[in-house]
């Protein structure tokens, strides 16, 4: 039998019925000290883990780290319920009255074309801030330049027409034009622009030889001399490079002369966020000219993202239907805030998208012994995260917070970190050194999330969960 680890002194405090818990409810509070929080470990549920060397797994991860905040009910109290009404409470006394804003300020008003019109980014790295966006059917709203195109409205996006980061068709001797942020096509004899820019194709006096295809999230492929095997990028922390530029063509006996076709250029990066909800009916592209790798196209909201009856997003590569010669397809990712993005089923998505509900965690790896786990968190800026890490697994719905996944009465802190401001994509990381030790080996645990010190206006929520049995 295994000795109940030795409790911390502690508080009991009645919740008063206006923090929305009944108030037979109580709640098991130690003296709170918010200046340990460093983005590390800074505190624990006491828990008992059942057979599962319980005291070991506690002092080995609180060993000089772990002081304070604890949530604990009392052993008489350790029902689910009781338990429910705590987690609830505790999230309640972290929360944070002020307002998120990732729409920006406004500045440059109303968006509303009523004809197609073109955004050059060159001279707009930061992007605009519109007060609302409305792109009407038949409209195409063209995105070109340097720089990613990044549109931020404080009102609802409306996108019934076309936002296209879409590459140009190249101009006599000279590459195409990329995308807004994108990577321009070769030039006659020249290879394509970008970190897995396509090669200039290989001479041959009796067959023209094509330029090798950008790439991207995946590799420009082809069965002829050359090609792009690069990737990279990513759709987690998202990247902000368009698509790689095609090289350029050699014509048959054409050694040593400037004679071929040029390159097509990689799309770009359209990214789209609303302080309140993203509506497409039409269509958002970010898509490579012949073989230049496809870009990325990111949309955000703090309200509902959907995507209406046929409506279409597209940063897929160019794939020859005969040979298999492939331009590299880019990145598409959909975030809602405490909910995922509502995709109609006539609705097109190419390629497949990551679709997370914010706050959204992820991980490496399952936790290992003897090394660090890191752990990842999608959100708002300036978030303060709390990543919770239990033994035991229920699903109780704790609204508007979301489902609770982790078992309350077995649940540890495992820390606190807060939200960079690296826009547009903020993360907040926890790293916890795991003791090297063997009898930890095959403990399954849980991982889950909450934005408990946030911004966000309809207050926190939880995050998807993790199973990351110790190894």
Same mark, same amino acid.
């Given at each position: ?6 409790? *911390? ?32 470990? /800074? ?10 060397? +319980?005291?070991?797994?506690?002092? *080995? ?22 338990? *429910? ?20 300020? &406004? ?6 074309? +009523? ?10 790295? $930061? ?11 038949? @409209?195409? @709203? ?12 404080? $009102? ?27 990577? =321009? ?14 090669? /200039? ?52 006996? +054409? ?11 990689? &799309? ?7 302080? +309140? ?48 010669? =492939? ?12 909910? *995922? ?47 919770? @890490? ?50 930890? /080996? ?13 911004? =966000? ?15």
């Amino acid at each position: 039998m295994i000795a109940e680890p030795a409790r *911390k002194e502690s508080r009991v405090a009645r919740l008063p019925a206006e923090r929305g818990v009944e108030p037979d409810g109580v709640l098991t509070l130690p003296a709170w000290r918010p200046a340990r929080h460093r983005g590390t470990i /800074v505190g624990t549920v006491q828990v008992g883990f059942g057979p599962v060397t +319980s005291s070991r797994l506690l002092d *080995k991860l609180s060993l000089d780290k772990v002081a304070d905040a604890m949530l604990r009910l009392d052993h008489d109290q350790r029902s689910l319920e009781m338990a *429910k009404r705590a987690f609830a409470a505790f999230i309640l006394l972290l929360g944070s009255p002020a307002v998120a804003q990732i729409g920006g300020n &406004g500045v440059d008003g109303v968006f509303h074309p +009523s004809s197609n019109v073109v955004l050059d980014t060159t001279a707009r790295p $930061g992007g605009w801030d519109f007060s609302s966006v409305t792109i009407p059917a038949g @409209v195409t @709203v063209q995105l070109i330049g340097t720089n990613p195109a990044i549109l931020r409205s404080i $009102g609802p996006v409306q996108i019934d027409g076309h936002l296209s980061a879409d590459a140009l068709a190249p101009v006599g001797t000279v590459g195409g034009a990329p995308g807004a942020g994108g990577f =321009a096509g070769g030039d006659v004899g020249s290879p394509g622009a970008g970190p897995a820019g396509g090669v /200039v194709g290989s001479y041959s006096p009796f067959a023209s030889s094509p330029g090798g295809p950008g790439g991207h999230a995946t590799p420009g492929r082809q069965s002829w001399a050359g090609g792009s095997t690069g990737v990279y990028g990513d759709d987690w922390v998202f990247d902000l490079r368009g698509g790689s530029g095609e090289g350029a063509s050699v014509w048959p006996l +054409s050694w040593g002369y400037p004679w071929g076709a040029p390159g097509g250029g990689g &799309g770009g990066v359209v990214v789209v966020l609303s302080d +309140s909800a993203i509506q497409l009916g039409g269509r958002v592209s970010a898509r490579g000219h012949q073989f230049g790798a496809a870009g990325g196209i990111f949309l955000r909201a703090l309200g509902a993202v959907a995507l209406g009856p046929g409506a279409t997003i597209d940063a897929a590569g160019f794939v020859h239907p005969f040979t298999g010669r =492939a331009a590299g397809d880019g990145f598409v990712r959909l975030d809602g805030y405490g909910g *995922k993005p509502v995709i109609d089923p006539s609705a097109t998505i190419a390629p497949f998208p990551l679709n997370l509900s914010l706050p959204a965690i992820r991980h490496a790896g399952p936790m290992q012994v003897g090394t660090t786990y890191t752990v990842a968190g999608a959100t708002l800026p300036g978030d303060g995260v709390w990543f919770l @890490v239990s033994a035991g697994t229920v699903s109780i719905p704790l609204p508007p917070l979301g489902i609770l996944e982790l078992d309350p009465s077995l649940t540890l802190v495992l820390g606190m970190a807060v939200a960079n401001n690296l826009a547009p994509d903020p993360q907040a990381t926890l790293s916890l050194a795991i003791p090297n030790d063997p009898g930890l /080996v095959g403990l399954p645990l849980w991982l889950q999330a909450i934005n408990a010190s946030t911004l =966000a206006a309809a207050g926190p929520r939880l995050s998807n969960t993790l199973s990351t049995p110790i190894q």
